[in-house]
């Protein structure tokens, strides 16, 4: 017991408290942290010009329905940026920007956000051909899993299926925010009675099955729209989805293990965050970068089939018209 009290002793108080307000941590920065804040806090505001900018771009020279889901895919990134860094000026609101910026990061399959002309123009080019669907991270070694034809329904449960984690991670985010109000969700509280034990690894599980029918589609399309720079859109994509979330866990649980030292006024769980959040903004301003340049742009075509078929029609048109005139 001696030992014990010896060893509380010699704890600095604020490695015990709760995360401070943001007066104090504007009261602790040296001339380091200044420039650290500063320049974070810069990137984020960039990123969010960057969107805007990208978005009256392609408001004007992107046609609907194309436009719509290009704008909230690219929002993802700047989003989280913009939410990250007011976490960081303000710790003790960590688990509200938190909610905010996860409940955009995932949108429905990249069909549109492609650039392949809308769910209509999607079916055109597909119904009725196989899918695989043994594809990662649910179902990758199922290598016995039969193709499933494309049809409306099928590219409804896909779309469900990627939006699930959205709606349910803001309906789970909400509860713990309810829960945490009433001092019953801590995510130090590791027990089985604890309500962050069950609430983190089903958001886990709701992470990778989002992940699922968006594989499905870039595995069976990207062959096909390998014009429109699918490949590092599908990378960009993922990347937002895995940072935001498995990151961040990575960082809690080191935070929670004490690997992540505490350092006044932040507590080890209370740095840990702080440092998510800082890693968070740089992350993301890189992936606002790649995605202005990715889909900042206009989509005169969509498959190279359809537009073969087209200018092949107008060469027939245009014979046959001579021909007529002849």
Known sequence: MDNLETMN????????????????????????????????????????LLYLETSLFIYRKVSYPKKTTITWINGAAPCIAVMSCFGMWIPRAVMFTDMTSNCGGVQGPSVDGGGAGGSSSFLKRFSGKPFKISTGPCCCCCVCLPRVPMSRRMLFWMKLGALQYAILKTVLSLLSIILWTNGNFDLSDLE?????????????????????????????????????????????????????????????????????????????????????????????????????????????????????????????????SEEHDV
């Open 9 to 48: 002793s010699t704890i600095h108080p604020a490695c015990l408290q709760e995360p401070p307000l943001a007066i104090d941590v504007i009261k602790e920065l040296d001339v380091f942290g200044i420039c650290l804040y500063s320049m974070l806090t810069f990137m984020s505001c960039i990123s969010l």
């Open 192 to 320: 089985i009675t604890g309500t962050a034990i069950w609430i983190n690894p089903f958001i886990g599980v709701l992470t990778i099955t989002s992940l699922w029918p968006v594989g499905i589609l870039f595995m069976n399309t990207n062959a096909l729209l390998r014009h429109l720079k699918m490949v590092p859109k599908y990378a960009m994509y993922q990347l937002v989805l895995i940072l935001s979330q498995l990151q961040t866990s990575i960082i809690n649980i080191l935070a929670l293990d004490g690997t992540i030292a505490c350092s006044p006024p932040f507590s080890s769980q209370a740095r840990g965050s702080m440092l998510s959040q800082q890693m968070m903004i740089m992350e993301m301003f890189i992936i606002t970068l790649v995605n202005r340049w990715l889909y900042r742009r206009t989509y005169n075509s969509v498959y190279p089939e359809e537009q073969d078929n087209t200018h092949n029609g107008g060469v027939a048109l245009k014979a046959a």
